[in-house]
């Protein structure tokens, strides 16, 4: 499957592109912006299943340190989302991407890493945005959330996990119909890149391979409420965050040198 979407396999229809109407995109920038997430769109089994597959092989950059999830998941998602960039130009190192993403990061940060504001923040600076970080009340709606947006912009999303403490990769979906389109679906299975990997935590296990399929009902596991436990954020506490592309395509420039495909450990 090349990059963008198509009716899943067994739907019976041929492979077609996202259409998404103007009006349907401008409504879906408002709603993501604003981080506003309706219930969890019903399932509506007379509608074939859809699937975006945003991921190639190449595009995977495992952490090249315990702490560097946010970068490698930077150079993962400019790896799938600007392949064949200009080769006269500099690779940020996921050390530069770690003092960027922690340099928009806000005074609230403790430790090390960065926030979700400055892995967003990063991309849009990258040219790869824009981006925006969106805290919604369920797990549901969030995966509803990311699809919608995912479908609408060909791009994939950041999730927090591990309660804030680790970033993965969304590259795509499963859903009982387009999110761009539809009124109502249901997201039965995502795709996720994971910088851990190989890693394992003694935590959490061990990380998953790039482009594992998971089950929505197994998000359980690592999916979970934001909770950092040495600061409080009333946006984000208890709420599902996601680093979230909107608009219908990338729209800021490049305001730093970007090159891809990015290598592991750099």
Not at 26 to 38: E, K, M, Q
Not at 154 to 171: F, I, K
């Amino acid at each position: 499957m090349t990059r963008g979407t198509e009716p899943a396999a067994g739907s019976g229809r041929a492979g077609s592109r996202i259409a998404s109407t103007a009006l349907g995109a401008l409504l879906a920038l408002a709603w993501l912006v604003t981080g506003v997430a309706t219930q969890a769109p019903v399932a509506d089994a007379r509608t074939p299943a859809f699937a975006v597959s945003l991921y190639e092989r190449g595009d995977f950059v495992p952490q090249a340190r315990g702490d560097w999830c946010v970068p490698a998941a930077i150079q993962t998602m400019a790896n799938v989302i600007a392949p064949g960039r200009a080769h006269n130009a500099a690779v940020p190192s996921q050390r530069q991407l770690d003092r960027l993403s922690r340099s928009l990061s806000s005074d609230r940060l403790v430790g090390p890493g960065s926030e979700p504001e400055g892995w967003a923040g990063t991309l849009n600076e990258l040219g790869l945005g824009p981006y925006v970080v969106v805290s919604v009340r369920s797990r549901g709606e969030a995966i509803a959330t990311a699809a919608r947006a995912m479908a609408l912009t060909r791009r994939p999303v950041g999730l927090l996990m591990w309660r804030g403490a680790h970033a993965w990769v969304m590259s795509g979906f499963e859903a009982t119909a387009n999110p761009a389109t539809a009124d109502r679906y249901a997201v039965t299975s995502i795709r996720v890149v994971d910088p851990w990997y190989p890693r394992t935590s003694s935590i959490w296990g061990a990380g998953q391979r790039p482009d594992t399929v998971i089950p929505v009902a197994k998000l359980a596991a690592d999916f979970l409420p934001w909770r950092r436990p040495a600061v409080r954020y009333l946006e984000k506490d208890g709420q599902y965050v996601l680093v979230l592309p909107v608009a219908a395509k990338s729209a800021l420039p490049p305001l730093r040198p970007l090159r891809g495909p990015f290598l592991a450990g750099r």
